[in-house]
C-alpha cells in the first residue's frame, strides 16, 4: 500500500495586524518558508513535482498564482511548478490533501505543501469586492441567484452570523468563550516562553516568536468588550486574530525517501473533507471529525493530539461538546484567538505545530479540522512515526 509521509515542516512566527511582518511582500513570506523547507530537508529542490499552495483573496501582489511566484522568489529551479488553491479557511490544510493524494496515487513522489497570506496588505473578502466594484456588483457571491435564494432564502451568510447561531444551539454563553479565550491566550504564552514553538519557526528579520498573544489580557478586560452583532454574543477577544504569515511542509512517497535519503517523521494516516449547513457555516467540523473516525475504525480516545482551528470561541467549545474529546488534548498550545489565523496559510501551519508537538510529547496520533467558507471542513490524522 502506497504511503505519504511527511518529510519536514516550518512556518514563520505569526505577526499581527499591522505587526512586523505586515509590510513583507507575500511572496517573500512564502519564498521564506520554501528555502528553509529545502535546506532543513536536505532535498534537492529540483527532484519537487510541484507546489501546492493556500491563499485566499488573490489579488495584488497574491495575485498571478503566488505559489509560483514564491517558489521564484526563493531562487528554487524553474522548472519546478506551482498552483494556488481557495478552500477558505482550509485552504492549506486541501492543499496537504492534495500534496498527499499524488503522492498515494504514485504518479507523484516529492510535492510541497503550503499557504501564505498577509491579511495586513489584502484584508478578507478585499479581493472580491476589488473584482465586483468595476463592474458594478456590490452585493455578495450568493445575491442574485435564484436556486440559493429558493433553496436558503435571504438569510445572512457571514461568519459572525454564523458563530451566533452556533453560540445559540449549543447554549455557549458569552462567559464560556471568554473563558475559553483567555485559556488561548496562556497556553499560546506558556508555550512561547518554554520554546515549544523554536524548532517549527524560521524568524523573519527581526520577528522571531508569533505576536498575537497577549500577555495583559484578563477575563475583566474580555467582559468589557462589545459583541460584534448588537445583541449577540461573540466578540473580538473570542474571534480569531487578523495575521500574517506562511507555512510550507514536504511530502513524500517511499521511493523518494529511499532515493533521497530523507527521513520521515510522520505519515498520512487520513484525509477527507465533508459540508454541511453553509448559514450555520462554521459547524461543519463535528460532522466532518464523525465521517473521519468512522472510514479509520478509530474513537476519538484513540487520538493523542487535535489541532482545531480557532476561527470563534464557539466553533471549538460546539465541537468538543459533539465529539466528547479531552479539552487537554485540544488546542494544547493554544489556537487562533491567542496565535493568529493567517488564513491561507493556517492549515499547513496548524500541522506543523501539530507534528512538533506529537514528536516532543511522545503521542502517536494527531487530528486536525478547521471550518471553512460555505459550511465544509477537512479532517486530516497523521501517525508519528
Not at 510541484?50 to 514564491?70: E, K, N, S, W, Y
Not at 503550503?114 to 495586513?120: A, F, L
Request: charged share 20%; aromatic share 4%.
Amino acid at each position: 500500500m502506497a504511503e505519504a509521509y511527511i518529510v519536514e515542516a516550518v512556518r514563520t512566527p505569526v505577526g499581527r495586524r499591522r505587526g512586523g511582518l505586515s509590510g513583507v511582500h507575500p511572496a517573500d513570506l512564502g519564498a521564506h518558508v520554501l528555502k528553509a523547507l529545502v535546506e532543513r530537508s536536505g532535498v534537492d529542490p529540483a527532484a519537487v513535482e510541484d507546489v501546492v499552495f493556500g491563499c485566499l483573496d488573490t489579488v495584488g501582489p497574491q495575485a498571478g498564482d503566488i505559489a509560483r511566484t514564491c517558489w521564484l522568489a526563493a531562487g528554487l529551479p524553474e522548472e519546478v511548478p506551482g498552483v494556488t488553491i481557495d478552500r477558505q479557511c482550509g485552504s492549506s490544510q486541501q492543499a496537504i490533501h492534495f500534496a498527499a493524494q499524488g503522492v498515494l496515487s504514485g504518479t507523484q513522489d516529492l510535492v510541497v505543501a503550503g499557504g501564505v497570506q498577509n491579511m495586513s496588505q489584502i484584508p478578507i473578502a478585499f479581493a472580491s469586492r476589488q473584482a465586483a466594484e468595476p463592474l458594478g456588483l456590490t452585493e455578495g457571491p450568493f445575491a442574485g441567484s435564484e436556486g440559493w435564494r429558493a433553496r436558503y432564502g435571504d438569510r445572512p451568510v457571514n461568519q459572525f452570523h454564523g458563530a451566533e447561531l452556533i453560540a445559540a444551539k449549543w447554549g455557549i454563553s458569552r462567559r464560556d468563550q471568554e473563558e475559553f479565550a483567555l485559556r488561548s491566550h496562556q497556553r499560546a504564552i506558556r508555550a512561547i516562553d518554554e520554546g515549544r514553538f523554536a524548532r517549527e519557526t524560521v524568524a523573519y528579520g527581526e520577528v522571531a516568536v508569533d505576536e498575537g498573544p497577549r500577555r495583559d489580557t484578563s477575563a475583566e478586560k474580555m467582559a468589557g468588550l462589545k459583541p460584534v452583532v448588537e445583541g449577540g454574543t461573540i466578540t473580538a477577544a473570542c474571534s480569531s486574530q487578523v495575521s500574517d504569515g506562511a507555512a510550507a511542509m514536504l511530502l513524500a512517497s517511499e521511493q523518494a525517501v529511499r532515493e533521497h535519503g530523507l527521513t520521515p517523521r510522520a505519515r498520512v494516516h487520513h484525509l477527507s473533507v465533508r459540508g454541511e449547513d453553509p448559514i450555520r457555516m462554521l459547524s461543519a467540523p463535528i460532522p466532518a471529525t464523525a465521517y473521519a473516525l468512522k472510514k479509520t475504525g478509530m474513537s476519538i480516545g484513540d487520538i493523542d493530539l487535535i489541532e482545531i482551528n480557532e476561527a470563534f470561541a464557539p466553533v471549538v467549545l460546539a465541537w468538543l461538546k459533539e465529539t466528547g474529546a479531552d479539552p487537554e488534548k485540544v488546542n494544547v498550545n493554544g489556537g487562533a484567538i491567542a496565535l493568529g489565523h493567517p488564513l491561507g496559510a493556517t492549515g499547513v501551519k496548524l500541522m506543523t505545530t501539530l507534528l512538533h508537538e506529537l514528536e516532543r510529547t511522545g503521542g502517536r496520533f494527531g487530528l486536525q479540522t478547521m471550518c471553512e467558507g460555505g459550511g465544509q471542513a477537512n479532517v486530516t490524522i497523521i501517525e508519528r512515526l
